[in-house]
């Protein structure tokens, strides 16, 4: 194997290491959907109570980003995401053998704390490895891999919960933190050398934190990336009502909402990594950013003007808002990343707290004072979608003046 192939089959493992560690996060989110309902009747608490299992993840999940991309700093980036695989396997394991509802939300606490080390250092060890174009294919290239897990989960979910009941759910995501543990542990290099490592003490890591979410370019990219996941989140969120509720299909049936959601995930980002390196990329993320708004609309319209919408269509609907979202990420958090070129880890961080912080509030507190009625999603949907949009443009501006003010040479 000449030195190129190899260099080709080492990027192409990490690429599939690195969106697999990335997916566990949102995984372990999505994947027990379908057995909400009978955890509900299995522990005697209410809807409501059952859907803080996802606040009880998403918090601690958001939280400990602002901590996992500065532990890597300080520590290098594989020995976070391995500790953090075992001690997700022993929450895992936890969580299928919980005797009350209140021993079950403590081990999704515990889950949460530590899903999310593989998609925030993984960012990190793209920027470690690869500039350019070749961080931007790169991306792309974990993106693709990485849609299908959010979107596969509760399809992966609903069989579980048919065939073995609802505690299977949670023992498949023990195994799968497990083989990923094994994985990382023979093939995950170390990027982060001792001699580029920070200080592992509580005033720099809270210092570098700072000077990230200060950042006025950074806090407009990631609410601006992170509304746009948002929009979509809500019909994910939402999707034991849509499935079960109003589109009348059965628990094993949620690949009528996900499969579409997959497509325009691997699509958008099979095509934005095509635009890497060319002139395209400069509008590309303009593009993404006015496709999911304007699916937003197309939605809100579908519910607002016919009754019972046909579901192809807001498949189709669901396609672009997940296609333009996978055009436009990939170039954002290369920019968020660039704008700390000394503290990728703690950028990284920021930008998970910020996307989770919104996806916590709205999956876990507003999702179910939505789910009587498809036209109240659509609403949600199209508003944090004209913010995120908003945002977006107001931070091309900001771009475009600061070009104009720079002095020549």
Do not use: N
């Not at 080390?117 to 290239?141: H, K, L």
């Not at 609802?166 to 497990?178: D, E, K, P, Q």
């Not at 628990?251 to 095509?271: E, H, K, S």
Request: net charge positive; hydrophobic share 55%.
């Amino acid at each position: 194997m000449t030195r190129s192939a190899q260099e080709r089959h080492h990027a192409a493992r990490l690429a599939i290491l690195l969106a697999l560690f990335s997916a566990l996060g949102p995984f372990t989110v999505d994947t027990f959907f379908p057995s909400m309902r009978t955890i509900s009747v299995r522990f005697g608490v209410s809807v409501w109570q059952t859907q803080q299992l996802l606040t009880a993840y998403m918090l601690p999940y958001a939280c400990m980003s602002l901590v996992h991309g500065s532990l890597s700093d300080a520590l290098g980036r594989r020995r976070v995401i391995l500790v953090a695989l075992a001690l997700y396997v022993l929450a895992s394991i936890g969580c299928t053998a919980a005797p009350s509802f209140a021993v079950l939300l403590t081990c999704r606490f515990l889950q949460g704390l530590v899903g999310g080390a593989g998609q925030i250092v993984g960012r990190a060890i793209v920027r470690d490895r690869y500039s350019g174009a070749e961080a931007q294919r790169m991306m792309s290239i974990i993106s693709m891999i990485f849609a299908a897990g959010p979107a596969l989960a509760p399809i992966v979910g609903g069989w579980l919960q048919v065939a073995l009941g609802w505690r299977s759910v949670f023992g498949f995501m023990a195994l799968y933190g497990l083989a990923l543990a094994w994985a990382g542990y023979f093939y995950l290099p170390e990027t982060h050398l001792p001699s580029q490592r920070t200080r592992l003490h509580i005033v720099p890591i809270l210092r570098s934190t700072a000077q990230v979410m200060s950042h006025v370019e950074f806090l407009r990219l990631a609410l601006a990336s992170g509304l746009c996941f948002v929009a979509l989140h809500i019909y994910l969120g939402t999707s034991p009502a849509i499935v079960l509720d109003h589109w009348h299909l059965g628990i094993t049936q949620f690949y009528v909402l996900t499969i579409p959601i997959i497509g325009g995930f691997m699509i958008g980002a099979w095509l934005s990594g095509r635009f890497a390196g060319t002139h395209r990329a400069r509008w590309q993320a303009s593009a993404g950013f006015l496709i999911l708004l304007v699916m937003t609309v197309l939605m809100l319209l579908l519910q607002g003007l016919l009754y019972t919408p046909p579901i192809y269509l807001q498949q189709l609907d669901l396609f672009a808002m997940a296609f333009g979202l996978q055009l436009m990420y990939p170039i954002v958090t290369l920019k968020i990343l660039d704008l700390f070129p000394q503290s990728r880890g703690a950028a990284a961080s920021a930008q998970s707290f910020i996307s989770l912080i919104l996806g916590a509030l709205a999956m876990g507190l507003f999702a179910p004072l939505l789910v009587e009625s498809m036209l109240h999603i659509a609403w949600a949907a199209f508003g944090v979608g004209v913010l995120a949009w908003l945002l977006w443009r107001q931070s091309a501006a900001h771009r475009q003046r600061a070009i104009v003010l720079q002095p020549p040479g």
